[in-house]
């Protein structure tokens, strides 16, 4: 006979912060109106994003988007969907990530099973480390070929690609351009993102040459 399903107690629909669960309790119990990570068996639930943190998502979201459409490069997806990390005890949610045309095989009905291609973190004031140190040290165990950290309280961002050891290296800014290794053709000038007026997203496509 098979036993039914028995979830954590919860107050209301979510649990608090700090709730243990099993990995198929978890995928039992984050629904699509949930957002929420699950990492060695605790459920970590996201806070509420502010203004700036969503609006530099949105243009990234645009330009990364369009740009691999238009190239047809791959897909570019984005939270709460989540990815189940290889060899770790981790379902997280990143911010934009980008899997190519050639391992779309990885995206399943409600989560990517195994390692995109690129990943965006938009760094958040309540726990800046866990985009800093805890997902840079999962995301190049997991083999993210490369990962960009967007901080917008230091307005500053570092992107690290995988070398031939498999660790991560700077992607080094150069005349103010940051170049991807991962999406050929497409480079990004942090300025964009943190001057008080940012470029349309068209304007820069056809600067990348895509339009």
Same mark, same amino acid.
């Given at each position: 006979?098979?036993?039914? @399903?028995?979830? +954590?107690?919860?107050?209301?629909?979510?649990?608090?912060?700090? !709730? /243990?669960?099993?990995?198929?309790? *978890? $995928? #039992?119990?984050?629904?699509?109106?949930?957002?929420?990570?699950?990492?060695?068996?605790?459920?970590?639930?996201?806070?509420?994003?502010?203004?700036?943190?969503?609006?530099?998502?949105?243009?990234?979201?645009?330009?990364?988007?369009?740009?691999?459409?238009?190239?047809?490069?791959?897909?570019? @997806?984005?939270? +709460?969907?989540?990815?189940?990390?290889?060899?770790?005890?981790? !379902? /997280?949610?990143?911010?934009?990530? *980008? $899997? #190519?045309?050639?391992?779309?095989?990885?995206?399943?009905?409600?989560?990517?099973?195994?390692?995109?291609?690129?990943?965006?973190?938009?760094?958040?004031?309540?726990?800046?480390?866990?985009?800093?140190?805890?997902?840079?040290?999962?995301?190049?165990?997991?083999?993210?070929?490369?990962?960009?950290?967007?901080? +917008?309280?230091?307005?500053?961002?570092?992107?690290?690609?995988?070398? /031939?050891?498999?660790?991560?290296?700077?992607?080094?800014?150069?005349?103010?351009?940051?170049?991807?290794?991962?999406?050929?053709?497409?480079?990004?000038?942090?300025?964009?993102?943190?001057?008080?007026?940012?470029?349309?997203?068209?304007?820069?496509?056809?600067?990348?040459?895509?339009?």
């Amino acid at each position: 006979m098979i036993k039914p @399903l028995i979830l +954590p107690e919860t107050s209301d629909t979510q649990p608090h912060p700090g !709730r /243990r669960m099993t990995e198929a309790q *978890f $995928v #039992a119990w984050c629904d699509s109106k949930t957002w929420a990570e699950w990492v060695d068996g605790e459920v970590i639930v996201m806070s509420p994003v502010g203004y700036q943190h969503e609006s530099i998502f949105v243009f990234l979201l645009r330009l990364l988007g369009d740009f691999a459409e238009i190239q047809e490069l791959g897909e570019v @997806l984005t939270e +709460p969907y989540q990815i189940k990390l290889p060899d770790q005890n981790r !379902r /997280r949610s990143p911010d934009i990530f *980008f $899997v #190519a045309a050639n391992r779309q095989t990885i995206i399943q009905d409600n989560h990517v099973d195994g390692a995109p291609d690129l990943i965006v973190e938009i760094v958040s004031p309540d726990n800046p480390a866990r985009d800093w140190r805890d997902k840079y040290l999962e995301y190049e165990k997991a083999g993210v070929r490369e990962y960009w950290i967007v901080d +917008p309280n230091s307005e500053k961002v570092e992107a690290y690609s995988l070398n /031939r050891r498999k660790k991560y290296q700077v992607l080094k800014e150069s005349e103010g351009i940051i170049r991807s290794k991962t999406l050929k053709g497409f480079y990004l000038k942090p300025a964009w993102l943190f001057q008080e007026k940012r470029p349309k997203t068209h304007a820069i496509l056809r600067e990348l040459g895509v339009r």
